[in-house]
């Protein structure tokens, strides 16, 4: 009797508790229904709060908005500058208690952040921007301050990595940053509470989350100066990063093969840059009769990102000990390979086929072309003799008049042909080539004219843009480079080099939404430059019009400023 007595009491005492229980275990569960949880954790509070000097606690706490992976709080902490030992973690619902191994350091200040890997536990979300506070163990603290942008498709986890410059070489592959910080999913940044003194700053894709610059595995972003921080000067905006990996490797030749009597077929160890698309370039070595032959064309025709073809004249006589040698093999990068060789496989198959056009561009189905000087490229799968193929190529209107044309070769099997005279609107006109002037070195071809007929625009359908751009008095050229690239990336992209100039003007741009932006080329060769960890190079520094530009036909947008201030 006692014990049902007993089993009753415990029951009533249990009942009421037992709904607080389930609603506390609940809360740690993703919801059963409902609409997807998208939104991010939060830091609400922090110990000690953000400022605070004289501190002596052996610990700091962080409260969040709600139940976060406990893991990818943990990972996600970054402390500047780095704490000796393992940090130790408490955790009591949302908040996380973590303490130092050790006393920190006296008259010093500490800069914690909470990173974007961070994320909650019932879907995953990740933090939208990194949380940093600081305190100092002196009486008074750091204030110095480094924000801007990486400017990439998903910024979200880049590092950013500040080292003191004290007149050595910095090398962020062999040493570690002395203060941390992360870019949000916007790709904004800050870096807090750094002392006074000159820093250098790189944005880092850090892969393995070691603290060190991985050459070719990690991607980086370049900064295009150091910046010095004083009491005067504590604060350095707009330091933003466009990410770029390191090649160091230089390219090799890795086959070459004849697919015929007269083609040899080469394969390189990675994409190379166009240049070496030379005949000159290359030549055959037979080690047998000590011969030498040079190859009469060099093209891209259909050959693969990383290979080339050659076209012979003169083929070897024999089968072993045939080499083709390059003097020079060079990556997009600048990475080069002098005096390469590789054994070439021979073989003695006819050609018989005749050099076929494989497109223009534009093509014919396209749409209009502008009318002031249109610029058409024709693509061949065989290389053929420029001055021969020149004879046969004309441009005419309606009417059979000739017009004055340039015609330009990008390599042995490509050429540009330009109309050099202003067309009128909304007529038909055509460009002519005589494939019978299209010879290969076996010399075959086609008894027949191809006949790309194009109508131009009326003008119209054409918008523009114009503006000017804000120097600054930090900028280190006057090499100045705007570009217009559309936002969908099917539209073309536009560039100018102003140079000295400030003002700017796009027209007969094709109507779309559009990103402007501007760099300052500091070698001149209208190419941004990303720069270089180590060696140190720095990037060419670059900016944004802070809107997208929805360019309407007939509607130029003018007074675009794009500030570098």
């Known amino acids: 009797?006692?014990?049902?007595?007993?089993?009753?009491?415990?029951?009533?005492?249990?009942?009421?508790?037992?709904?607080?229980?389930?609603?506390?275990?609940?809360?740690?569960?993703?919801?059963?229904?409902?609409?997807?949880?998208?939104?991010?954790?939060?830091?609400?509070?922090?110990?000690?709060?953000?400022?605070?000097?004289?501190?002596?606690?052996?610990y700091f706490?962080?409260?969040?908005?709600?139940?976060?992976?406990?893991?990818?709080?943990?990972?996600?902490?970054?402390?500047?500058?780095?704490?000796?030992?393992?940090?130790?973690?408490?955790w009591s619902g949302k908040t996380l208690r973590v303490n130092f191994p050790e006393h920190l350091r006296d008259s010093l200040t500490y800069v914690v952040t909470l990173g974007t890997d961070l994320v909650d536990l019932n879907n995953r979300n990740r933090m939208a921007q990194a949380y940093s506070f600081s305190f100092s163990t002196g009486n008074k603290i750091d204030k110095g301050m480094v924000e801007g942008k990486v400017v990439t498709n998903d910024p979200s986890g880049v590092m950013l990595y500040a080292y003191e410059n004290?007149?050595?070489?910095?090398?962020?592959?062999?040493?570690?940053?002395?203060?941390?910080?992360?870019?949000?999913?916007?790709?904004?940044?800050?870096?807090?509470?750094?002392?006074?003194?000159?820093?250098?700053?790189?944005?880092?894709?850090?892969?393995?989350?070691?603290?060190?610059?991985?050459?070719?595995?990690?991607?980086?972003?370049?900064?295009?100066?150091?910046?010095?921080?004083s009491?005067?000067?504590?604060?350095?905006?707009?330091?933003?990063?466009?990410?770029?990996?390191?090649?160091?490797?230089?390219?090799?030749?890795?086959?070459?093969?004849?697919?015929?009597?007269?083609?040899?077929?080469?394969?390189?160890?990675?994409?190379?840059?166009?240049?070496?698309?030379?005949?000159?370039?290359?030549?055959?070595?037979?080690?047998?009769?000590?011969?030498?032959?040079?190859?009469?064309?060099?093209?891209?025709?259909?050959?693969?990102?990383?290979?080339?073809?050659?076209?012979?004249?003169?083929?070897?006589?024999?089968?072993?000990?045939?080499?083709?040698?390059?003097?020079?093999?060079?990556?997009?990068?600048?990475?080069?390979?002098?005096?390469?060789?590789?054994?070439?496989?021979?073989?003695?198959?006819?050609?018989?086929?005749?050099?076929?056009?494989?497109?223009?561009?534009?093509?014919?189905?396209?749409?209009?072309?502008?009318?002031?000087?249109?610029?058409?490229?024709?693509?061949?799968?065989?290389?053929?003799?420029?001055?021969?193929?020149?004879?046969?190529?004309?441009?005419?209107?309606?009417?059979?008049?000739?017009?004055?044309?340039?015609?330009?070769f990008d390599d042995n099997a490509s050429f540009k042909v330009k109309v050099m005279s202003e067309l009128k609107p909304r007529l038909k006109y055509s460009i002519k080539v005589d494939l019978k002037q299209i010879m290969d070195a076996a010399g075959n071809s086609t008894d027949s004219v191809y006949t790309l007929t194009f109508t131009t625009s009326s003008g119209m359908e054409y918008t523009g843009v114009s503006g000017s751009i804000r120097p600054d008095s930090n900028m280190m050229s006057s090499n100045l480079v705007v570009v217009l690239q559309g936002v969908d990336k099917n539209r073309p992209v536009y560039k100018k080099r102003i140079g000295r100039k400030k003002d700017f003007n796009f027209n007969k741009v094709t109507p779309g939404k559009y990103q402007i932006w501007s760099f300052d080329n500091r070698d001149s060769t209208g190419v941004y430059n990303a720069g270089k960890p180590f060696p140190f190079k720095p990037s060419d520094r670059f900016t944004f019009y802070p809107d997208t530009l929805n360019l309407r036909a007939r509607w130029p947008v003018e007074d675009v400023n794009i500030d570098f201030k």
């Open 1 to 58: 009797m006692a014990g049902q007595t007993g089993r009753k009491i415990l029951k009533l005492l249990i009942l009421p508790v037992l709904p607080l229980l389930l609603a506390s275990c609940a809360n740690q569960l993703a919801p059963g229904g409902g609409p997807i949880d998208r939104t991010p954790p939060e830091v609400v509070s922090v110990y000690p709060e953000n400022g605070t000097t004289g501190f002596h606690e052996g």
């Open 61 to 90: 706490e962080v409260n969040f908005s709600e139940y976060v992976d406990r893991r990818s709080a943990q990972d996600a902490i970054f402390i500047s500058p780095a704490v000796e030992g393992q940090l130790e973690y408490d």
């Open 166 to 229: 004290t007149g050595a070489e910095i090398n962020p592959s062999k040493e570690k940053p002395k203060y941390i910080s992360q870019a949000g999913k916007d790709g904004r940044f800050r870096l807090l509470g750094m002392a006074e003194g000159t820093y250098r700053v790189f944005a880092i894709k850090d892969e393995f989350r070691d603290f060190i610059y991985n050459v070719g595995e990690d991607l980086f972003g370049a900064p295009y100066r150091d910046i010095t921080l």
């Open 231 to 408: 009491g005067k000067d504590s604060v350095f905006r707009n330091m933003d990063y466009f990410l770029s990996k390191e090649d160091t490797a230089k390219p090799r030749l890795v086959s070459a093969a004849m697919t015929d009597r007269y083609h040899i077929l080469i394969g390189i160890s990675e994409e190379f840059d166009s240049t070496i698309i030379n005949a000159g370039n290359f030549y055959i070595y037979d080690s047998t009769t000590q011969k030498e032959f040079s190859p009469l064309y060099a093209f891209k025709g259909r050959a693969k990102a990383n290979e080339m073809v050659l076209a012979l004249k003169e083929t070897p006589g024999g089968q072993d000990n045939i080499y083709l040698f390059a003097k020079r093999v060079s990556d997009r990068h600048g990475n080069t390979t002098k005096d390469d060789f590789v054994k070439l496989t021979v073989s003695t198959k006819p050609d018989t086929s005749a050099p076929r056009l494989l497109q223009t561009k534009p093509g014919a189905n396209e749409g209009e072309v502008e009318t002031s000087k249109p610029e058409f490229t024709f693509y061949f799968d065989d290389g053929f003799d420029s001055l021969q193929a020149k004879k046969g190529i004309s441009a005419i209107d309606k009417s059979g008049n000739k017009l004055p044309v340039d015609v330009s």
